[in-house]
């Protein structure tokens, strides 16, 4: 069983190169067959980059480029040159532990079935020495929700994320690629994720599968890229997998609040603007809030998926 990792990647050549460079350093029996870096049109550095290393790579390093066409279309250009059995979709920016792709491949002898996935955790780097707030934000929401998952656990198509997954090629050139009707960022992953889902595709939480986040994202970054996720919902909203996207954010907001947090909120509520205004500047430094207090200063600021969606949100 060999492995294809796949990195898309758009004007990010110095991070691209760190990125390969530790795929260059796995160890364990990592099956790597080949990596493919898809460039969809940067006008940076980057093919310089893939060549210098390419010379001293232990596998073949291949470069593809695309004239700029997004995401989803930069993945599924890699798919058609993948020659491994299993391919592990990464990010320029996700920078692999040294046992990242041994874990996948373990994972997938363990579950051999084609319709087994396997999802690895990302947390932030060390590097860029993460706020409390960038924690909350990868454990939960608004950039992932590995907080909420146990070791082991089967996932639901909302958290279908393709930034360090690994799945069998035979299943997916089966039953379907990426939808390249998306150009911009966000959503992508989730309609794949959902059609692959009716065809009884499974994805399996490994947390030992590290792939460390190389950003750096203050209050200000995350409300950006939070608003810029949402100009891809028109098109997932033509979708069967946005339709049942909207049902169950729909169900889950009828449902009644907690009692402590329906307490906590009446009490908050008089004071909520002058406070999420005197604590936002707290936000991006390095002394740690409550949680709660993290989502209501971002949720202040953020646009609300309601009004995306047409609807009304209680503030």
């Known amino acids: 069983m060999q492995i294809t990792v796949i ?66 279309a930069a993945r599924n250009n890699a798919l ?21 792709v041994a874990e996948h491949v373990d994972w997938h002898k ?14 932030w780097s060390p590097h860029v020495r993460a706020t409390p707030f960038m924690k909350w934000s990868g454990l939960y929401g608004p950039q992932f929700n590995f ?16 930034c360090n997954t690994s799945v069998k090629v035979s299943f997916l050139k089966q039953h379907g690629t990426f939808s390249e009707a998306f150009r911009t960022y966000g959503y992508e992953d989730i309609e794949l994720s959902y059609r ?48 049942r996207f909207l049902e169950l954010w729909r169900a889950q907001r009828a449902e009644p609040p907690v009692r402590s947090i329906a307490l906590m909120k ?13 604590l936002r500047p707290l936000v991006n430094t390095h002394l740690p809030l409550p949680n709660w207090l993290y989502s209501q200063i971002f949720y202040q600021y953020v646009t609300s998926f309601a009004a995306v969606v047409g609807g009304q949100e209680e503030q």
Request: hydrophobic share 40%; proline share 6%; charged share 25%.
């Open 147 to 162: 907080g909420y998952f146990k070791p082991g656990a089967a996932l639901d198509f909302q958290y279908g994320y393709f």
């Open 7 to 72: 990195i898309p990647t758009y004007n990010r050549a110095e991070i691209l190169r760190k990125t390969l460079e530790a795929y260059g350093e796995q160890i364990g029996e990592h099956k790597m067959l080949e990596v493919l870096v898809v460039d969809d049109g940067s006008d940076d550095h980057t093919a310089a980059v893939v060549d210098e290393c390419s010379r001293l790579f232990p596998v073949p390093l291949r470069y593809l480029y695309q004239a700029n066409a997004g995401l989803a």
């Open 266 to 278: 009446r009490l908050i509520l008089p004071i909520k603007a002058v406070a999420v205004r005197l």
């Open 110 to 123: 363990r579950y051999p079935q084609d319709n087994v996935g396997v999802l690895g955790y990302v947390p």
């Open 196 to 243: 692959l889902s009716k065809k009884g595709y499974t994805l399996l939480y490994n947390p030992e599968a590290v792939g460390y986040h190389n950003k750096y994202e203050t209050l200000e970054n995350a409300i950006q890229r939070v608003e810029k996720l949402y100009q891809s919902w028109p098109e997932f909203a033509k979708t069967e997998a946005g339709a």
């Open 80 to 100: 058609r040159e993948a020659q491994g059995d299993l391919i592990l979709l990464g990010d320029d920016d996700i920078i692999p532990s040294p046992r990242l």
